[in-house]
C-alpha cells in the first residue's frame, strides 16, 4: 500500500512532466516542423513515408539522382543544386560544398510539413512553382472537418489536396535551358482518378494514434521506386492472337507509361512447348537528344525515339510465333529503374522490378 501511494504521485508528475515536454517538442523552429515531430502521432504514415521516393529524394540517398547531379556539375561546372527546387525543396543554401550528408547537416528531404503546406500551384513554362502557406502548423488534408490535432489546424477546404493537382508544382514538366521538354506528366486529374487516387490509394490504419481511422492514404507514394504493385491493376496484359502470339498491353493510367527517359520497360514472353523454352522479348522505352543522336538531358533538343505506352492506350505486340495446344505461356512485364546502359556508365546496380506476370494455358 505504501509503494502505491509513492508510486501514484510520481506517475502522475511524470505524466505531466511528458506532457510539458511534448508540447515543448512540437514547437516548430525555423520555417518547418521536422518530420520526426510528425512521428508522435503518425507512426504508420512515417513508416511508409521513409522508404518512400519523397524521403530519398535528395543527392544524398538517391544513388540515381546523386549520379545525374554530379554528371551534370562536372560537364556545366554548375556547383549550385538548382534540382533542389524539387528534390530537396528546404534546402536555403544551394551550393553543395560536401557529398556527406553529416558534413552538411541537411538531412530533410521532402518533409511532410512541406507537401501539407503547398496552399497553391503557380504554371509556368519552364516548370511549375509551389506556392507555400506562409501559415506554420496550418497544414491541408483531405479529412473531415471536425478532426483536431492538438499540434496543428487540419484544413480541408483546398480543391488541389484533393484533385492531385497539389503534386502538378514538381511532377508536371520539366524544360531544360534549351526549352525541351525533358519530362512531362499530363495533368489531366480528376477528383475520380488523379494523382492522389493511383498513387497514394487508401490501406488498411489509422492515419493518426490519436484519431481512429480505418483507413490512411498510403505515403509510400507507389511507382518506380516504392510499391508498385500497388499499381499493376492499371496494366491490362491478354493473349490476343494464338495464331501468331500477340499480347496485348492497355495502359489504364492517365499519363504515359513510364515517364522518364531513363526508365525502361521491358515485355518478356516464355512458351513451353513439352521440354523446349522459346524466349521472345520486346523493350519500350524514351531516347531523348541532339541531332539525331542521345544526349544528357541538359543539352537535349529532342525526342528521338519513343516506344512507351501512352496514355490509355492498347497496343498489341506481334512476335509471329504460332502456338500450338499444349503450350504454356508466361507472360512478364516489368522495368529498370535506369537503362541497363546507363546503368553500367554510372555505375549504378540493374535495378529491374518485376510489375506484373501472366501464365496462360493454350
Same mark, same amino acid.
Given at each position: 500500500?505504501?509503494?502505491?501511494?509513492?508510486?501514484?504521485? %510520481?506517475?502522475?508528475?511524470?505524466?505531466?512532466?511528458?506532457?510539458?515536454?511534448?508540447?515543448?517538442?512540437?514547437? #516548430?523552429?525555423?520555417?518547418?516542423?521536422?518530420?520526426?515531430?510528425?512521428?508522435?502521432?503518425?507512426?504508420?504514415?512515417?513508416?511508409?513515408?521513409?522508404?518512400?521516393?519523397?524521403?530519398?529524394?535528395?543527392?544524398?540517398?538517391?544513388?540515381?539522382?546523386? =549520379?545525374?547531379?554530379?554528371?551534370?556539375?562536372?560537364?556545366?561546372?554548375?556547383?549550385?543544386?538548382?534540382?533542389?527546387? +524539387?528534390?530537396?525543396?528546404?534546402?536555403?543554401?544551394?551550393?553543395?560544398?560536401?557529398?556527406?550528408?553529416?558534413?552538411?547537416?541537411?538531412?530533410?528531404? #521532402?518533409?511532410?510539413?512541406?507537401?501539407?503546406?503547398?496552399?497553391? #500551384?503557380?504554371?509556368?513554362?519552364?516548370?511549375?512553382?509551389?506556392?507555400?502557406?506562409?501559415?506554420?502548423?496550418?497544414?491541408?488534408?483531405?479529412?473531415?472537418?471536425?478532426?483536431?490535432?492538438?499540434?496543428?489546424?487540419?484544413?480541408?477546404?483546398?480543391?488541389?489536396?484533393?484533385?492531385?493537382?497539389?503534386?502538378?508544382?514538381?511532377?508536371?514538366?520539366?524544360?531544360?535551358?534549351?526549352?525541351?521538354?525533358?519530362?512531362?506528366?499530363?495533368? *489531366?486529374?480528376?477528383?475520380?482518378? *488523379? +494523382?492522389?487516387?493511383?498513387?497514394?490509394?487508401?490501406?488498411?490504419?489509422? %492515419?493518426?494514434?490519436?484519431?481512429?481511422?480505418?483507413?490512411?492514404?498510403?505515403?509510400?507514394? =507507389?511507382?518506380?521506386?516504392?510499391?508498385?504493385?500497388?499499381?499493376?491493376?492499371?496494366?491490362?496484359?491478354? %493473349?490476343?492472337?494464338?495464331?501468331?502470339?500477340?499480347? =496485348?498491353?492497355?495502359?489504364?493510367?492517365?499519363?504515359?507509361?513510364?515517364?522518364?527517359?531513363?526508365?525502361?520497360?521491358?515485355?518478356?514472353?516464355?512458351?513451353?512447348?513439352?521440354?523446349?523454352?522459346?524466349?521472345?522479348?520486346?523493350?519500350?522505352?524514351?531516347?531523348?537528344?541532339?541531332?539525331?543522336?542521345?544526349?544528357?538531358?541538359?543539352? =537535349?533538343?529532342?525526342?528521338?525515339?519513343?516506344?512507351?505506352?501512352?496514355?490509355?492506350?492498347?497496343?498489341?505486340?506481334?512476335?509471329?510465333?504460332?502456338?500450338?495446344?499444349?503450350?504454356?505461356?508466361?507472360?512478364?512485364?516489368?522495368?529498370?529503374?535506369?537503362?541497363?546502359?546507363?546503368?553500367?556508365?554510372?555505375?549504378?546496380?540493374?535495378?529491374?522490378?518485376?510489375?506484373?506476370?501472366?501464365? #496462360?494455358?493454350?
Amino acid at each position: 500500500m505504501l509503494w502505491t501511494l509513492i508510486f501514484l504521485p %510520481l506517475c502522475l508528475f511524470a505524466n505531466i512532466f511528458a506532457g510539458s515536454a511534448t508540447k515543448h517538442s512540437m514547437e #516548430i523552429k525555423g520555417d518547418f516542423a521536422k518530420t520526426k515531430q510528425c512521428i508522435r502521432c503518425h507512426l504508420d504514415i512515417y513508416e511508409e513515408y521513409r522508404r518512400s521516393p519523397h524521403f530519398n529524394s535528395t543527392i544524398y540517398r538517391d544513388p540515381v539522382h546523386r =549520379a545525374i547531379f554530379l554528371a551534370h556539375s562536372k560537364a556545366t561546372g554548375e556547383k549550385e543544386y538548382i534540382c533542389a527546387k +524539387c528534390h530537396t525543396p528546404q534546402m536555403k543554401e544551394k551550393k553543395i560544398t560536401s557529398m556527406d550528408a553529416n558534413a552538411t547537416g541537411y538531412k530533410e528531404a #521532402i518533409s511532410c510539413a512541406y507537401c501539407h503546406r503547398i496552399e497553391s #500551384i503557380e504554371r509556368h513554362a519552364r516548370a511549375n512553382k509551389n506556392i507555400v502557406s506562409k501559415k506554420k502548423g496550418h497544414y491541408f488534408g483531405t479529412r473531415n472537418p471536425e478532426m483536431r490535432s492538438e499540434y496543428h489546424t487540419i484544413d480541408n477546404t483546398n480543391i488541389i489536396h484533393k484533385n492531385g493537382d497539389t503534386c502538378m508544382g514538381c511532377h508536371s514538366h520539366k524544360q531544360n535551358a534549351l526549352g525541351f521538354v525533358v519530362c512531362q506528366t499530363e495533368s *489531366n486529374n480528376t477528383l475520380k482518378q *488523379n +494523382c492522389i487516387t493511383c498513387h497514394m490509394p487508401q490501406v488498411e490504419g489509422s %492515419l493518426s494514434d490519436r484519431v481512429e481511422t480505418p483507413t490512411h492514404a498510403f505515403h509510400g507514394f =507507389a511507382g518506380v521506386q516504392n510499391d508498385p504493385k500497388k499499381l499493376e491493376r492499371y496494366l491490362h496484359i491478354e %493473349l490476343a492472337d494464338r495464331k501468331s502470339l500477340k499480347i =496485348a498491353l492497355t495502359n489504364d493510367a492517365p499519363h504515359a507509361f513510364l515517364l522518364h527517359p531513363l526508365r525502361l520497360a521491358v515485355l518478356r514472353v516464355k512458351v513451353k512447348r513439352g521440354s523446349k523454352e522459346f524466349i521472345f522479348e520486346r523493350e519500350f522505352f524514351r531516347v531523348i537528344g541532339k541531332d539525331g543522336k542521345p544526349t544528357p538531358p541538359w543539352v =537535349a533538343t529532342e525526342t528521338i525515339k519513343d516506344t512507351m505506352l501512352k496514355a490509355k492506350e492498347k497496343r498489341v505486340v506481334d512476335f509471329g510465333f504460332p502456338l500450338r495446344k499444349g503450350d504454356v505461356v508466361e507472360v512478364e512485364f516489368g522495368f529498370y529503374r535506369v537503362n541497363p546502359k546507363m546503368a553500367k556508365k554510372f555505375h549504378l546496380g540493374p535495378g529491374y522490378v518485376l510489375f506484373k506476370r501472366l501464365r #496462360i494455358d493454350v
